[in-house]
């Protein structure tokens, strides 16, 4: 069964830069697409970030310009490089994986807080 763990969260000042780490218990190659999804307290989850098994990133509005998303092969990881935050960036932060046949895997989260 495939595990994703998602790391790197915690608190920043705004402007700060974080980096999260999603890590899989294997190869990510096989899947079609790896994303970052986010839950900001009280409101519902929205996607941040996606990148194709060929590369294609696509962002969310919200944070073009400051989010890079980016996947290494070589280490079952995918990663979402965070930039120039802002509070309304505080959330948990999810990791997904989108395999063959519609099916999707989901990790634990990663808390990222964000103080003015």
């Known amino acids: 069964q495939v595990q994703l763990v998602e790391s790197g969260g915690g608190l920043v000042q705004a402007g700060g830069s974080l980096r999260l780490s999603c890590a899989a218990s294997?190869?990510?190659?096989?899947?079609?697409?790896m994303a970052w999804y986010r839950q900001p307290p009280g409101k519902q989850r929205e996607s941040v970030a996606v990148i194709t098994s060929g590369g294609i990133t696509n962002y969310a509005d919200s944070v073009k310009g400051r989010f890079t998303i980016s996947r290494d092969n070589s280490q079952n990881t995918v990663y979402l490089q965070m930039t120039s935050l802002k509070p309304e960036d505080t959330a948990v932060y999810y990791c997904?994986?989108?395999?063959?046949?519609?099916?999707?895997?989901w990790g634990q989260g990663t808390q990222v807080t964000v103080s003015s």
């Open positions: 294997g190869s990510i190659f096989r899947f079609n697409a």
């Open positions: 997904k994986a989108s395999g063959d046949w519609g099916i999707q895997y």
